[in-house]
Structures are given as C-alpha cells and as structure tokens.
C-alpha cells in the first residue's frame, strides 16, 4: 500500500515542550514538505526538502526543525520557540522539486494542540 | 472534527445538480494549477491539474476551466454526490520554481440530499 504516512493523528502538548511529527513516504519521491494550515488560511509552507541530507526553509520555519537523514522520512520538530503551534500540521512529497509540473500529494496529517 | 473549514465560503448544492467552485488565482506568470479535495480531519487529495497553455480539462466527473485573461479558475463537478461534501481549494504553482505552490483558501461545498 504506497502512500504518505504521518504520526501520530493527534498530538498534545504542554508548553515549553519540543514535539516531533513523523512523515513517512514509500511513492520514491525526491521531495518532501511541511505545510502548516490553520482555520481560514491557506496552507503555508514551513520546510522544504529536494534530496537527502539537504532542506530549505519555507515562508513560516521560525521555531520548527527538520532532518531528512533517508529519503522516505522527514520529521519535523516543533519547538518551544514557536509561539502558536496549535495547527493542522501536513507532510507531503512530490517526485522531484525541480521538475516541470511535479505535483506534490500529501498525507492525513496531525493535529497538534498546546495545552 | 477539524476544524479548517470555519469562515470558508460555502457553496450548498442538491444532490444530482452540478457544482462549480471559483477560484480567483494572483500570479500571471503561474504556469501549473492544482485542484485539492480535502475532507474534515484529513488530507487534501489531489483530483485535477491543468497547465496554462491549455483552457479546459476534463476528468472523472470533474471538469477545470482556466481563464488567464481575468486569472480565474473553476472546478465543475457533475451530478453531485453527498461524497463530494469537502472543502475544495486551488493551487497555483509560479513558473521556475515547482515547490512555491500558492493555496487558496478554499470554498466548502455541502450536499443537500
């Protein structure tokens, strides 16, 4: 069954906490992404990554952390510096970044919540 | 449930009818546009693409219509189905640079049975 996987569905944390996202795909794809999207808005991108061991940060990265140590995983580490994680949090990944038209599909995502 | 539908503009159509959603896009230089179906508590899910040199691409019951003069896109639905009740929104994507999508905020479309 290929597909994007995310874990865990719902997660909530106390403040001061850090907290990681796992994303999992097995599509092969060379790009992965996280996107946070909030009530009212469109979604907006948080890291990027092209290849392995190499990411790039989006338009909203301050208090969020990635790693993308094998292709098919690219967790995201929300930490306490970020001051309004309470979010719909989705991965996503596309077969390449550079790529003329390359679609991105995404996972079921996580819900994270700040107590 | 979640929660990212509130404040949307909502779009309540009788099962069977045929739907259209907008989609007003900023780019003119965008190249690439994407349809996602999202329902409550899950992921968008891709359902159409068009590319900009092209004006009308049809689907599985689904048609997009890209209007570059006025930058307008819009989803047709036909004979609308209570599984089609989800939160629909577009994706431009700016010619040079494919991960920089830009999203919509989306419209929800309720099924009236």
């Known amino acids: 069954d290929g597909g994007i996987t995310q874990s865990p569905k719902y997660l909530f944390r106390k403040e001061g906490q850090n907290v990681t996202l796992s994303c999992e795909q097995n599509l092969n794809h060379d790009a992965m992404y996280w996107y946070r999207q909030d009530p009212g808005q469109g979604l907006r991108l948080i890291y990027y990554s092209q290849i392995v061991n190499d990411f790039q940060k989006g338009d909203i990265a301050e208090g969020y952390s990635v790693s993308r140590e094998k292709k098919e995983s690219f967790p995201l580490t929300v930490t306490s510096a970020q001051k309004n994680p309470t979010a719909f949090y989705l991965c996503?990944?596309?077969?390449?970044?550079?790529?003329?038209?390359?679609?991105?599909?995404f996972g079921p995502g996580t819900r994270l919540t700040v107590l | 449930g979640e929660s990212v539908g509130l404040h949307l503009p909502t779009l309540s159509v009788q099962e069977g009818d045929n739907s259209i959603i907008n989609c007003a896009y900023s780019n003119s230089a965008s190249d690439y546009f994407i349809w996602y179906k999202q329902e409550s508590g899950k992921g968008p899910q891709f359902i159409i693409d068009?590319?900009?040199?092209?004006d009308k691409r049809q689907g599985q019951r689904v048609t997009v219509l890209l209007n570059k003069t006025v930058k307008h896109l819009s989803l047709q639905i036909a004979a609308t189905q209570p599984g089609d009740s989800a939160v629909y929104f577009c994706a431009e994507i700016p010619s040079g640079g494919t991960y920089k999508y830009i999203f919509g905020t989306g419209t929800r479309l309720k099924v009236l049975a």
């Open positions: 996503a990944s596309s077969i390449s970044s550079g790529g003329a038209l390359d679609t991105q599909y």
């Open positions: 068009i590319r900009s040199n092209m």
